[in-house]
């Protein structure tokens, strides 16, 4: 179920997103049973699928993963990278693995479809995820949506779970950044086209650049400082759920209704 895509990607391009996964969704992985992840449209070579496996074991070290893609072509080349607790299988947005995964990551897939296509897709995923169970305190499932560039410097997420949207992540390679709005460019598909005013990302970007311009003085104590006091000042205004220890790494984390379209 679903549209093969242009299958190109790079090694290391999806670390970022790995890294926040392993952070923020590693204890999840780690009281599951059986913790499956799985790389959703991994492309024309498994290389995001192993680096999957490599990252969240060492947050999770029984942690499984599935590659599933779409193209038969490209699941029999992934078949030489196939090893314990890696595998590969044909499939789509039905996510044909056995049970229900902690993890589902699909990184620049829904990128190539339209707009109002994105409920839907999002919808079959979080239908196949873990369920919460609100009195083991346990949220369920994880499904991370999004877009990064070639080679991995500039990357936004929606994370989602079996209720739906919960933030929204942009995180970059601060050496390279010229001012936050540069990753309007890297939006997933749920909200790149609402980059214009009135609508709420809009508005966030903007605030976003003129805290950056107000904290040019920490520039001399290096990007990461500039960055660091920026988000500090836009929490203020709006709802930023993580802290210093995620700002480090050139990240934020924001409510995703605080950012969701008006419509």
Not at 137 to 154: A, H, K, S
């Amino acid at each position: 179920m679903g549209t093969v895509t242009r299958g190109t990607t790079h090694p290391n391009r999806l670390r970022r997103m790995d890294r926040w996964i392993a952070a923020v969704h590693g204890p999840v992985l780690r009281r599951a049973a059986e913790p499956l992840a799985v790389d959703l449209g991994y492309g024309a070579a498994p290389w995001t699928a192993v680096e999957l496996l490599v990252r969240l074991r060492g947050a999770a070290p029984r942690t499984r993963v599935v590659g599933v893609e779409i193209e038969p072509a490209r699941v029999a080349a992934a078949a030489r990278y196939l090893r314990p607790g890696l595998d590969f299988r044909r499939g789509g947005f039905e996510v044909p693995v056995p049970g229900r995964p902690q993890l589902i990551r699909a990184a620049n897939v829904l990128r190539q479809y339209e707009e109002e296509q994105v409920a839907g897709a999002w919808a079959r995923l979080c239908a196949r995820l873990a369920p919460a169970d609100a009195a083991g305190g346990d949220p369920g499932g994880l499904l991370v949506e999004g877009t990064c560039d070639e080679i991995g410097r500039r990357h936004v997420w929606v994370a989602l779970g079996p209720e739906g949207p919960r933030t929204v992540t942009f995180a970059t390679r601060l050496a390279s950044l010229d001012r936050p709005s540069d990753l309007a460019e890297r939006l997933p598909k749920a909200l790149i086209h609402r980059n214009v005013p009135g609508e709420p990302v809009h508005a966030f970007l903007r605030d976003f650049d003129r805290a950056w311009a107000a904290a040019a003085p920490f520039a001399s104590y290096g990007a990461r400082q500039r960055w660091i006091r920026a988000v500090r000042d836009l929490a203020a205004d709006w709802p930023v759920v993580d802290g210093p220890r995620r700002w480090r790494q050139g990240e934020v984390t924001v409510r995703w209704e605080a950012l969701a379209p008006r419509n």
